[in-house]
């Protein structure tokens, strides 16, 4: 694999990390009744994201100009990796949105 192609499998899959970290991070600080905290680590997930969406481009980017990469399992993984995570931001938003009704009431 190509050292570019490598730092952007690697890219996916540790901003992958770090949004699932946060994102769970987020609910364990809504489910405290930390919700500035858990808007934080919500926040700091989605730039994470943003970072792997940015290697995840450079990666297409690559593919649409016709260089294309080889698909290992370490490619497979780090999409994987990066599908997962954003599934997981996603429903951390949602579990903290439960846990500030719960709150409320």
Request: net charge negative; aromatic share 4%.
């Given at each position: 694999m190509?050292?570019q192609?490598?730092?952007?499998?690697?890219?996916?899959?540790m901003?992958?990390?770090n949004?699932k970290s946060?994102?769970?991070?987020?609910?364990?600080a809504?489910?405290a009744?930390?919700?500035?905290?858990?808007?934080?680590?919500?926040?700091?997930?989605e730039?994470?994201?943003?970072?792997?969406?940015h290697?995840?481009?450079?990666m297409?980017?690559q593919?649409?100009?016709?260089?294309?990469?080889?698909?290992?399992?370490?490619?497979?993984?780090?999409?994987?990796?990066?599908?997962t995570?954003?599934?997981?931001?996603?429903?951390?938003?949602?579990i903290?949105?439960l846990?500030r009704r719960?709150?409320?009431?």
């Amino acid at each position: 694999m190509e050292q570019q192609n490598l730092e952007a499998v690697m890219g996916l899959i540790m901003y992958g990390g770090n949004a699932k970290s946060d994102a769970m991070e987020a609910i364990a600080a809504a489910k405290a009744g930390d919700f500035e905290l858990a808007d934080q680590k919500v926040a700091d997930a989605e730039e994470s994201l943003v970072q792997a969406h940015h290697a995840q481009t450079g990666m297409l980017t690559q593919e649409a100009q016709g260089n294309h990469m080889e698909v290992t399992l370490l490619t497979v993984h780090s999409q994987d990796h990066l599908m997962t995570s954003i599934a997981f931001t996603d429903l951390a938003k949602e579990i903290i949105d439960l846990y500030r009704r719960m709150d409320n009431k």
